[in-house]
């Protein structure tokens, strides 16, 4: 156990309160919200502070090494308290940066991103750091989560370009894992098949290519990311794109595919007690994607492998499979 103390903004929610429970192994570990965690194991505390209190947030962070901010206002809720979601997601990142920027004991901060600020429809060439941000090509329900993704990623590199420190940026596919959101797709996919009811994909976005990554895989991004911020093995460089990190599985997945996958498992492991069928469910919205557009896209993990050291991910079915087999049990 290494004395370092990392604080994890936002930590009662899956992201973060997947990442305290590992990095707990190693490291101390705060968990700093506004909501206490359902559980608390060895070497993690909890201090309730708001996000929007900056001299709060002070305080929380003061023995602190090493900060990794996950804390966001989602979607539907962002589209229902638009002023809470900007102070929040957008004001409480100002926050964020400006204590780990005056607070000399804290190395540097790592901030939770997403893929969704490169978009969704109309993707294609290669996807990588570089690729840029299009928060207006995503369907309306998530553009304000596309767009305060972004807010937060420009603030944290204007830090990093004018501080001695670490601002740095995980950009995660959607997270696979035990515990993950009830309202995303593979939640409820999972969910239906298990209790042998359709399996039903929208045919607006059956087509739409995914990208996914599997939650241990985001454990270990952060880890060996705070490692070398601890250990201060990163140099500053002068353009703040150096400490961006791409973590998702380089193969896209079209939401029918996922359903088929969840499909194929839960069969596989009930060993065809239950098969859920495949219903696609038309709600009249038309067509964004078309089922070549996963093939416009090819995704380079060169920098999380040479950077972060993760040479191979877990691919989605791999991650689906460990999902259904834990829960099969229950269900038949």
Avoid at 56 to 76: C, F, G, K, S
Avoid at 124 to 149: C, H, M, Q, W
């Amino acid at each position: 156990m290494h004395p370092w103390k990392i604080g994890i903004v936002g930590g009662s929610g899956y992201i973060g309160s997947a990442l305290a429970k590992h990095l707990s192994s190693s490291f101390l570990v705060k968990i700093i919200d506004v909501v206490e965690p359902r559980h608390l194991d060895n070497n993690i505390i909890f201090e309730r502070c708001d996000i929007r209190q900056q001299k709060d947030m002070e305080n929380a962070l003061r023995d602190i090494d090493l900060v990794i901010h996950t804390a966001i206002v989602q979607i539907p809720k962002i589209n229902e308290q638009k002023r809470l979601a900007y102070e929040v997601n957008i004001l409480g990142t100002q926050n964020v940066c400006e204590v780990v920027h005056k607070i000399p004991k804290i190395k540097g901060v790592i901030l939770a991103s997403s893929w969704h600020t490169i978009g969704e429809i109309e993707l294609k060439g290669t996807i990588n750091e570089e690729f840029g941000f299009r928060p207006d090509k995503v369907e309306d329900r998530a553009r304000l989560y596309a767009l305060s993704k972004i807010a937060q990623e420009v603030v944290v590199r204007y830090y990093d370009e004018m501080s001695e420190k670490i601002f740095g940026v995980i950009r995660m596919g959607t997270v696979l894992g035990e515990g993950m959101p009830e309202k995303t797709a593979a939640s409820l996919f999972i969910e239906s098949g298990l209790k042998g009811k359709p399996i039903t994909p929208f045919k607006h976005s059956m087509f739409r290519p995914m990208l996914y990554v599997d939650i241990l895989d985001v454990c270990k991004a952060y880890e060996n990311f705070s490692i070398k911020i601890l250990r201060d093995e990163i140099r500053k460089q002068s353009n703040s794109l150096t400490h961006i990190v791409n973590v998702y599985y380089p193969e896209p997945v079209t939401i029918l595919e996922l359903a088929e996958i969840i499909r194929d498992s839960i069969i596989t492991h009930s060993h065809g007690m239950i098969q859920p069928k495949i219903e696609i469910v038309d709600i009249g919205q038309p067509s964004l994607f078309d089922s070549e557009d996963e093939k416009k896209i090819k995704v380079d993990i060169n920098k999380v492998v040479s950077f972060l050291g993760l040479d191979k991910l877990k691919s989605p079915r791999e991650s689906i499979d460990g999902i259904v087999r834990s829960r099969i049990g229950n269900c038949i």
